[in-house]
């Protein structure tokens, strides 16, 4: 795996364990930005694994239709 996609890869592993930790504290409003951001920063990865980057949220949400979900 690249460099920059495990950065973002472990990222989003460390925003997916606060996650769970503040919806088991009985904050989901929080827990659910962090799980957007685990999200975001997963399928970052992905996508850098596969030379495509994008500077901002919405193109790279639909960068990652486009070439991961839309492809099968």
């Not at 951001?37 to 596969?50: D, N, S, W």
Request: proline share 6%; charged share 15%.
């Amino acid at each position: 795996m690249k460099p920059e996609a495990q950065k973002h890869l472990a990222r989003a592993e460390r925003l997916l364990a606060a996650a769970e930790s503040l919806i088991q504290q009985g904050f989901p409003p929080d827990s659910v930005s962090r799980s957007y951001y685990a999200m975001f920063h997963a399928a970052t990865a992905v996508l850098l694994e596969l030379d495509i980057q994008r500077s901002s949220h919405h193109a790279m949400w639909a960068a990652f239709g486009q070439f991961v979900v839309a492809p099968g």
